[in-house]
T-cell receptor, first 113, second 111 residues
Framework: DQQVKQNSPSLSVQEGRISILNCDYT??????FLWYKKYPAEGPTFLISISSIKDKNEDGRFTVFLNKSAKHLSLHIVPSQPGDSAVYFC????????????FGTGTRLTVIP | EADIYQTPRYLVIGTGKKITLECSQTMGHDKMYWYQQDPGMELHLIHYSYGVNSTEKGDLSSESTVSRIRTEHFPLTLESARPSHTSQYLCASSLSGGEQFFGPGTRLTVL
């Protein structure tokens, strides 16, 4: 059973507008959440993370929001740029124990110039 | 800058061949991981290691095996490749339980 879900396989956004990518999780033991960006034929690149003790983390154009009660997190990219076009993966783990990451299926973001 | 390397980047082989996918990292990370990913699917953990001489199977059953004789090196071996092994294989490492750094991946095609 998939513990991290990204229900939107794709998203298209106009350049300069906001991109919002969503992620849901089912395991209440998760306490650390990450977003990765992946280009074709390359490995995922870490973007931004958030601990469960926070509800928001910002890094430049990227902001991650966490809603623990809803078991939901989102990544906001503003303003969106054509170079942001890639597949974005949400991931989660627990900071104790095995620490293994659980990934969603990814959302393909296309930023239209 | 993450320094984790995978070779080969692309591999096309025939059924029944033995293959080894190489993964090395220069960051001194204790933890290393192998993931398998098919297009449009999530990354599935197939093996992980918490240090030298430590290897564990991941969530996705795999016929591959791994070894961890040196901290920096975590090779994956398939004794007899089959078309069902066609996939992208991603290696990663981490220092703690958080961020993992990924290599560029090996795209394996078994004919």
């Amino acid at each position: 059973d998939q513990q991290v879900k990204q229900n939107s396989p794709s998203l298209s956004v106009q350049e300069g507008r906001i991109s919002i990518l969503n992620c849901d999780y089912t395991n209440s033991m998760f306490d650390y959440f990450l977003w990765y960006k992946k280009y074709p034929a390359e490995g995922p690149t870490f973007l931004i993370s958030i601990s469960s003790i926070k509800d928001k983390n910002e890094d430049g154009r990227f902001t991650v929001f966490l809603n623990k009660s809803a078991k939901h997190l989102s990544l906001h990219i503003v303003p969106s740029q054509p170079g942001d076009s890639a597949v974005y993966f949400c991931a989660a783990n627990t900071q104790t124990g095995a620490n293994n990451l659980f990934f969603g299926t990814g959302t393909r973001l296309t930023v239209i110039p | 800058e993450a320094d984790i390397y995978q070779t080969p980047r692309y591999l096309v082989i025939g059924t029944g061949k033995k293959i080894t996918l190489e993964c090395s990292q220069t960051m001194g990370h204790d933890k290393m991981y192998w993931y398998q990913q098919d297009p449009g699917m999530e990354l599935h953990l197939i093996h992980y290691s918490y240090g030298v001489n430590s290897t564990e199977k991941g969530d996705l059953s795999s016929e591959s095996t791994v070894s961890r004789i040196r901290t920096e090196h975590f090779p994956l071996t398939l004794e007899s490749a089959r078309p069902s092994h066609t996939s992208q294989y991603l290696c990663a490492s981490s220092l703690s339980g958080g961020e993992q750094f990924f290599g560029p991946g090996t795209r394996l095609t078994v004919l």
